[in-house]
């Protein structure tokens, strides 16, 4: 069965420091993997997604992940963050369903990030 | 619009009551999931529509629970003999047919049953 894991509920960070957020997966095949973000009172917004290829990934605000298969991981980092990146990040898994196409997504439970200024 | 769009935005109802959660995709879109999305559970699955294909309703916590899309493009979540164990964010998103761009995710519905 497909899961999820993201480590760390609540990350707190300076403004202009470096993050990386954790993200380990369950799979028996070759995952599809995406990063979701969050902020109050918001749908999920797209970050960034790995299919197949280059192993890091770049997505948007900056957003950058790597995928290691060797540790069944896909962290999401960014070198220096922004107040406005204070939101609720998801790590998320996809097998594709029926007809050649992505199914369902799998998410991790979420990680909190709050940026102190 | 250009996203997904999700009504009402906000709905409060009294336990027993039945809701409607509607739903409109990205045009073009051919995939439809409804998720939903509560403290204590996290993001769940509920059900996914792909064209012209039986839905994928293994996410559906009971038979109070039904999805129908008309006209492959908007949905409608139905939810009968609402209790409070209902109350969360509904979340809507669609994807393209192979789905190869992700999914695109609504503002939601919140739910509380009162």
């Known amino acids: 069965a497909q899961s999820v894991t993201q480590p760390d509920i609540h990350i707190t960070v300076s403004e202009g420091a470096s993050l990386e957020l954790r993200c380990n997966y369950s799979?028996?095949?070759?995952?599809?993997l995406f990063w979701y973000v969050q902020s109050p009172g918001q749908g999920l917004q797209l970050l960034l997604k790995y299919f197949s290829g280059d192993t890091l990934v770049q997505g948007i605000k900056g957003f950058e992940a790597e995928f290691k298969r060797s540790q069944s991981s896909f962290n999401l980092r960014k070198p220096s963050v922004h107040w406005s990146d204070a939101a609720e990040y998801f790590c998320?898994?996809?097998?594709f369903g029926g007809g050649s196409t992505l199914g369902r997504l799998y998410f991790g439970r979420g990680t909190q990030l709050t940026v102190w200024p | 619009g250009a996203g997904v769009s999700q009504s009402p935005s906000n709905k409060v109802t009294e336990k027993g009551k039945d809701v409607e959660l509607r739903c409109d995709p990205i045009?073009?879109?051919?995939?439809l999931y409804w998720y939903r999305q509560s403290l204590g559970q996290g993001l769940e699955f509920l059900i996914y529509?792909?064209?012209?294909?039986?839905?994928?309703k293994s996410g559906l916590p009971s038979d109070r629970f039904s999805a129908e899309r008309t006209g492959g493009s908007v949905s409608t979540l139905t939810i009968q003999r609402t209790q409070q164990e209902d109350s969360a964010v509904y979340l809507c998103?669609?994807?393209?047919?192979?789905?190869?761009?992700?999914?695109?995710f609504g503002p939601g519905t919140r739910l509380t049953v009162t």
């Open positions: 045009s073009g879109h051919t995939a």
């Open positions: 799979y028996g095949a070759t995952p599809y």
């Open positions: 998320a898994v996809a097998r």
């Open positions: 998103a669609s994807s393209s047919e192979r789905g190869m761009m992700g999914q695109y």
């Open positions: 529509f792909q064209g012209n294909s039986a839905p994928d």
